[in-house]
């Protein structure tokens, strides 16, 4: 990949990474095949998502164990060997109307490969059988349940709709804490402002592939119920952000979501959070997903899996802390 331009502002960061003219023919060339994909397929809405995201291949080295225990639901994405006390919370994209774990696992396998840490992926209610709070009360309901299996060290991460509500959490266990403090969050396009006040939801110069406007106004009308647009538990970008862990916020500049992403870096920055934020050329919404296609997408998971690899080594547990303590040697970090 070309060298990144970058900013440092603080404690944050803001990062445009630029592709090559190859990579630029691999980006076309997916999008024929996405245009294709959602021009010719037919079924039931979210199982052709589901075939959709399914397509992100499921690595070799991890093993899947399925959970339906205590009111969560979902899989366990887990690398052979891994130190105890460790786990992701992923919380999938779809709009928070569609997306499934079982379909996700192939994806978030890309993650633990890279990092050698398990991941839980959590089915949440969707809409609109389901409305607000419900989905951030399963994510809670979820961060509750890994801690009381004595999972010390945490991190969230999520894309698009995960993404969003992936940020609502963290800045709900700031507020509430249940078990362990958060030690970093990863999102990818994350959709955190339901008012939709970025420019670049309508602006005519982003040509977004996936997403549109108008759907992402559906989507938003079905989840919300009776809760307000701007309440931070559906937009995090208008939530009390002081204190949060330190955050990874990737984003194409192709897509509708561009401005969100921006916005709530900016916002994070503002009130002391610790931000990597990076933009990437001419890349889709998601483009994580495509790592059979895309060089940018192996680069930016490996970005996030050094990003999340740097907050769970420099995290110091509940246990060593006790260890610490007993010897009366102290922490070294």
Known sequence: MPDMESRN????????????????????????????FWGTASGEPREVYDAFISASPLTDNVLLEAVDEGGVRGWWVRPERTEPGQAILFLHGGGY????????????????????????????????????????????????????????????????AGGGLTLVTLSELIKQPLGPTPVAGVVFSPW??????????????VVDP???????????RKYLGAVNASDPLA???????????PLLIQVGTDERLLDDSRQYADRATRAGVSVEFEIWEGMHHVFQLDVAHLESSRAALDRSARFLRNAFDHHCSPRCVRAGR???KGLVS
């Open 210 to 220: 996936l997403i549109s406007h108008e759907y992402l106004q559906d989507c938003a």
């Open 326 to 328: 007993s010897t009366g």
């Open 97 to 160: 109307v569609l997306g499934s774990a079982q379909a996700y696992r192939g994806f978030v396998s890309q993650i633990v490969s890279r990092t050698q840490i398990p991941a839980l992926v959590v089915d949440y209610p969707l809409a609109p059988e389901s409305t607000l709070p419900a989905g951030p009360k399963a994510a809670l309901a979820a961060w509750q349940w890994l801690a009381a299996h004595r999972f010390e060290r945490m991190a969230i991460v999520g894309d698009s």
């Open 235 to 245: 937009s995090p970008l208008f939530g009390d952000l002081r204190g949060l862990p």
């Open 192 to 205: 955190a402002d339901l008012t939709f006040s970025g420019g670049s939801m309508t602006d005519p110069a």
């Open 9 to 36: 502002d603080r404690r944050s960061r803001t990062e445009f990474v630029p592709i090559s003219k190859t990579e630029r023919e691999r980006e076309t060339a997916l999008r024929e095949h996405f245009a294709n």
